[in-house]
């Protein structure tokens, strides 16, 4: 856990001023604990992910809420098609033989 001047001086140009903008707008969403705001390993990477959003790609700040939503999105699909592809291992051999042999004929043209 990292508190807020601890992440704001990871990256050159971040004021803190700005990062709070991003955990009132609700794009980073660190716990609080007293009167400090504490930033966990997700949110650390979070604000690396909005920072190269606005600094190196030149989002724009009404973008990102829309980008975060997207890319949340895929993380979310990747969490649950590795959760389908766990619970295909622990069936037996038939049944992945089976869902294999079907997602070769759904990529074939």
Known sequence: MMKLEAIVARFPDLEVAELTAWVELGWVRPAREAADWQFDGVDQARVGLIYDLRRRLG??????????????QVYA???????????????????????????TEADAP
């Open 77 to 103: 699909l990747r969490a649950t098609l590795k959760a389908v592809g766990a619970a295909i291992d622990r069936q037996p051999a038939e049944v992945r033989d089976a869902v294999r042999a079907a997602l």
């Open 59 to 72: 989002v724009q700040e009404d973008t990102v809420p829309m980008v975060l939503s997207l890319l949340d």
